[in-house]
């Protein structure tokens, strides 16, 4: 029996939709996620302050992502009407970061599987418990699978390598001083420079915080932290959420290459 | 993936409105407060409506740079107090509340409903509406529950917000039909507003400070209660004190019972001495 012109084995298929997925997600920048004492960090270098990697999805649940924006921004919004809506039909403290784990792979698996072309992304979903083991960090890639990640994650362009360099230096309860420090050590390749404060995109999950963990970290609060100011006053410090919106151009979060970090 | 309900499955293809409200009534329209086709007595104020507990008197009141709201605590249904200690402030964002007078179980699901609604704009767009917007909002989600008014099940908000741009507390009421109309200095709403109204009128003095202002609007609640049987005053022996919620540039606080209990005193020792309370000068 001949084969149709053209056929494609699925084995063939699925290889070419996760080459084609993870040529996507290793163009842009790393994204790191890292537990602190306080909670979840998540550090981003992007030089857009309007487009957003890191985002808030519920009082205890964060998300972070890398690859293709239009993609990633509809999960986000897709993850938090189920957030809403869940909090809405029944409390507040039902809404879990596994469940919204779940859907989200659910979503990649099926377009993963179904589409022509495969989402370029891959994501965190964090949530922070009222301790550090409580803490609950879910890594998700283009094709669905879950994983339960402890301590930390790095995600997009050349993950290994910043991985690498963020296991040198991370150990259980790090001060956020310390975490921050840590995360752009990694992301920052042997010699290179570090990415300005304006160039970064930094949000904490507080489990110190009242009502909404969830708190970017911008302005002169986050110079202070990067200069190595002690972590006490962070707890104190003015919320800056205000300060989003008067963002640069609604351009794309950065260029097609990867240029920081190519350990 | 068959087992999904309806409204997850285009969960990541439509994501078109910034509004929760919306998107609630496009999925899962029963979670709306107020939109059964029920029987609550037909046609007048009469009926089942009569038999719902209903919140009552909630007064607000602006200072230099930020707005007090407070409220009693009883909810009455008929002649009966069906709950002495009822919660009728709700905290609806870092720099907003609202209080409710009329249904309570419809104001308390309607207070849910716009806390999560402006949560839902904030997180999708990174950035918190304005207070008009806000006020207008609330207006809408007001109006939607008109033919539940027109039964009987009324509830009527009072939206208290700070505003960043002009560094003041304001104030925003409503009828049944909607609004907003925006308040200069004090508000009140619920039965006993007209006596919490006449009271704020000659206690409220421009350039108070924020416990003056707390003070004037815990005596504007016992004025209500003393002349309105829906309006609790503050329960000594149980320790119930009014709600009373600040809002200014550090954000929404809510007095805990202690501080309140401090003003509950002021007002009780004044009372003692002169039931009536406070008199204004006058000339």
New interface residues.
Partial sequence: MSMPFGYVSPEQEMRDKADFARKGIARGRSVVVLQYENGILFVAPNASR?L?KI???YDRIGFAAVGKYNEFE??R??G???A??N???YDRSDVTARGLAN?YA??LG?VFTESRKPYEVELVVAEVGDTAEGDQIYRLTFDGSVTDEHGFVVMGGVADAVAARLKDRFREGLTLTEALDAALAALTEPGGERPPVSQLEVAVLDRSRDH?KFQRLTGPRLERLLGGAPAGDAATAE?S??E??AGGPATAPEGDIDTGSGA | MAAQPGWMSNLFLDTGSTSFTEFVGSYAPGLLPGRLEMTAGGGGGGGVADRIPHATTIVAATFAGGVVMAGDRRATAGNYISQKDMEKVFRTDEYSCMGIAGTASTGIELARLYCVELEHYEKRESRTLSVEGKANRLATMIRGNLPMAMQGMVVVPLFAAYDEDRDSGRIFSYDVGGGPYEQQRYASIGSGSLFARGALKKLYRDGATSDETILACVHALYDAADDDSATGGPDVTRKIWPLVAVIDADGFRRLPDEEVEGFVRQVLDVRMADPDGPTAPLR
Avoid: F, K, N, V
Wanted: glycine share 12%.
């Fill in positions: 309007a957003h985002s808030e999805i509809a999960l919004l897709g938090i009407r189920y809403d809506i909090g809405y039909t859907l659910q979503s099926m909404r919320p959420e205000q989003e919106g």
